[in-house]
């Protein structure tokens, strides 16, 4: 038999340990390979039995990788990625200038697309597809060229660049803070709270809100969402009190749609970055769009934040 050149395991297996990785689960990495779970589950377990290591924690709920499969999925990631793309470039012989930049479903509704028409209107040759998704491993597909994402600014085997900071202050509906007027940062837990639930883990919510701002919060009246753009309609509807980061929120505040409540302003512990794959190069597209992202960021720092009782 002859060797295979590279020593991996077989392409098959590669693929479903990709897809598995990327889903989070084998089921739906079967749908994707038109296959069954129990050929992925085979197909891993075989990769298991080659590399020597478990790949994946079996759990009811799905799978997640172990922290040797982190480092091969992102390996595998960015060289299907990389794959893709000349893939792609040879069937429309390099012609199309389409980008794809993904970022959060709140991002994209209150800071990305409202800005686009700019672009439409000086790039009319580059067509920019938006994946928008509040789950970051979807971030990871092929196409993604450009994301935008909050935290800290460190991510596998992605270049980050820092855009802007951001702040966070109570906001609510007109009516609401007309009828809690006198109200201070004492008493927000005794107010109805509008939380955003169930989104990236350095989202910051009410729970650490209150307690950086030393207000007792274990009888806090909490409502749960799992958008913020639902919980600023809710906010907007008298319903109560939502966590507003000021980038997104601060032009329904400039048009009375939202204000401010208590004069609270916490500073948000991460920031906005735009990164790519640093083992991928961008097209002359991707590149273009990165400037223009970098002229509107440079736009907002540029900006004066909200101070506490301002």
Partial sequence: ??????????????????????????????????????????????MEDDVGVLL??????????????????????????????????????????????ACSDVFATMWLVPRMPDFWRTFEEITVDHLISDNVKNFRRAEVELRIRYGLGAWIDETAEFLFDDCLYPVCSAAFAERHQGATTANLSDLPLLNVEWVEPDWMGWEEVLVRAGVAS?????????????????????????????????????????????????????????????????????????DWIRKLAAQERDTPMPRKGK
């Fill in 1 to 46: 038999m002859v060797r295979r050149f590279y020593g991996l395991p077989s392409l098959t297996a590669l693929a479903a340990f990709e897809a598995a990785a990327r889903h989070g689960s084998f089921t739906l990495a079967a749908a994707e390979l038109n296959v069954t779970p129990g050929a992925v589950s085979r197909q891993i377990k075989a």
């Fill in 56 to 101: 994946f924690a079996r759990k009811a709920r799905g799978v997640t990788l172990t922290a040797p499969a982190e480092e091969l999925y992102s390996a595998l990631a960015a060289g299907f990625a990389r794959a893709s793309d000349v893939i792609n470039s040879i069937r429309r012989g390099d012609k199309a200038r389409n980008v794809t930049i």
């Fill in 218 to 290: 274990s009888s806090a009246n909490v409502r749960r969402f799992g958008k913020f753009s639902v919980a600023l309609q809710a906010a907007m509807a008298d319903q109560g009190l939502v966590v507003g980061w000021h980038r997104l929120v601060g032009p329904l505040v400039e048009k009375g749609e939202l204000v401010r409540f208590t004069d609270l302003v916490i500073p948000a512990p991460g920031g906005y970055y735009l990164t790519w794959n640093s083992n991928r190069e961008l097209s002359v597209a991707a590149e273009t769009v990165r």
